[in-house]
């Protein structure tokens, strides 16, 4: 009797470690984009003492915001089970058509910024029609749209840059609000209007619905149409107005800028936990996504890494945060 008493105890306790160690396995997946960040901060500070200055920590976040933002607009697109390769060329136009409004037709800064934004819109929306009315391949029509895009900015500066010249434009890239560069203030904002649409809004439900289950949202009576066209719309005029950001750092449009941009987005939105064939994402977790990337590209640029290398690691985190998911999922 007392055998199988102390054989029950013992095998409750097993049970109950069981329980423990899965609910711990829980968590850590659960949280495991907010874990990585964690311990690359962590990392970071031990492997360099410029890391937690004032100074590098305003300067990581600088250069994250701009794509933090192209990141939130990915992360849109590919709730629905797309994807959008034109980004980096609207930030590349975005760069050049802001100058060029500046400083050949010598318009204000709020309209040039508004028109940049609205074309950039109207070429995100040959996307949206392309993929949500002509059933092209997300891929196909991003990718054409990307190569037109950016021959049009080269068009537009003749392959040479533009100087702005316009100091407000230049405090805003360069300046700070409460000790925090507006950059940041943007793309926080930006996050704040992104989480609350996916959280408390039908156009954002709708949205993650669609990539989850289409045929489901279809037979319910949505026009899946528009909204899988809209957030096409979206991603190029938030890739805009980090193009905008962009010249507002150096001062001067070029059609240079955002190469690989696209790339990072992605990368971003996949370490944040969203799923590539849609349905499921969060834009906190896609910031922190960006944020884990720019940190790899901070400490190695503080240990004098070569850029190469740098490549091959992002490349191996994505792959990594894929099969993660695929084996979380």
């Known amino acids: ?127 949206g029609y392309l993929v949500a009315r002509r059933n092209i391949a997300p891929f196909v029509g991003t990718l054409a749209l990307m190569t037109i895009v950016k021959g049009i900015a080269f068009i537009i500066s003749k392959g040479a840059p533009i100087m702005t010249e316009n100091k407000i434009l230049e405090e805003f890239g360069a300046g700070y609000f409460l000790r925090i560069p507006y950059p940041v203030w943007l793309s926080i904002i930006i996050l704040v209007i992104i ?57 001067v449009g070029s059609p240079l800028v955002g190469e690989g941009f696209e790339l990072d987005a992605i990368a971003a939105v996949v370490i944040g936990g969203a799923r590539l064939n849609g349905g499921k994402g969060i834009a906190i977790n896609t910031f922190i996504g960006i944020l884990i990337l720019g940190l790899i590209g901070n400490i190695m640029n503080l240990m004098h890494v070569p850029s190469y290398p740098q490549q091959v690691i992002k490349g191996i985190i994505i792959i990594a945060a894929v099969l993660f998911q695929k084996n979380k999922d």
């Open 1 to 127: 009797m007392k055998l199988e008493i102390k054989n029950s105890k013992v095998k409750n306790l097993r049970v109950a470690d069981n329980e423990i160690l899965n609910k711990t396995i829980k968590i850590l997946m659960k949280y495991n984009t907010v874990i990585i960040f964690l311990f690359l901060v962590i990392a970071s500070s031990i492997f360099s003492d410029v890391f937690l200055t004032e100074k590098n920590i305003f300067n990581l976040l600088r250069q994250v915001a701009g794509l933090s933002i192209i990141s939130l607009g990915m992360l849109l697109v590919i709730l629905t089970g797309g994807i959008d390769l034109s980004v980096g060329s609207y930030v590349a136009l975005a760069s050049v058509t802001s100058a060029y409004f500046l400083k050949v037709y010598s318009y204000s800064l709020f309209v040039s910024v508004i028109l940049t934004i609205l074309i950039a819109a109207v070429l995100g929306s040959v996307s």
């Open 195 to 251: 989480s609350f649409i996916l959280k408390f809004t039908v156009y954002g439900r709708l949205i993650t619905a669609i990539g989850s289950n289409v045929t489901a949202v279809r037979l319910s009576g949505i026009k899946v149409s528009i909204y899988k066209f809209s957030v096409y719309v979206i991603s190029a005029a938030l890739s805009a107005i980090a193009g905008v950001y962009s010249t507002s750092r150096t001062g």
